[in-house]
Nanobody
Framework: QVQLVESGGGLVQAGGSLRLSCAAS????????MGWFRQAPGKEREFVAA????????YYVDSVKGRFTISRDNAKRMVYLQMKSLKPEDTAVYYC?????????????WGQGTQVTVSS
């Protein structure tokens, strides 16, 4: 089992920045790649970014490339999503996920989500 707890969401003006954090625990957590997904009101959940635990390879959806940065701290079992130049369309509940595969990971575990609201 893997447990994921997100933090760091909030309200920010367009053009601002936020950093989301995800604390991962569980005996097998290091076996999984980690990612962030988001779900806006009335829309399906979508992939945002992913990072592999071992090599630290990163992947992003096109709409956030150059603005968001995913990183991880293996020793602390933390995953971060640094978000800059935020836009109103980034407003969503952001979920941390642990899963398999490269790129858009197939999530096996989810956190509870953290709300990000970007005002125009």
């Amino acid at each position: 089992q893997v447990q994921l707890v997100e933090s760091g969401g909030g309200l920010v003006q367009a053009g601002g920045s936020l950093r989301l954090s995800c604390a991962a625990s569980g005996r097998t957590v290091s076996l999984y790649n980690m990612g962030w997904f988001r779900q806006a009101p009335g829309k399906e959940r979508e992939f945002v970014a992913a990072v592999t635990w071992s090599a630290g390879l990163t992947y992003y959806v096109d709409s956030v490339k150059g603005r968001f940065t995913i990183s991880r701290d293996n020793a602390k079992r933390m995953v971060y999503l640094q978000m800059k130049s935020l836009k109103p369309e980034d407003t969503a509940v952001y979920y941390c996920a642990a899963g398999t595969g490269r790129g858009q990971i197939k999530a096996d575990y989810w956190g509870q989500g953290t709300q990000v609201t970007v005002s125009s």
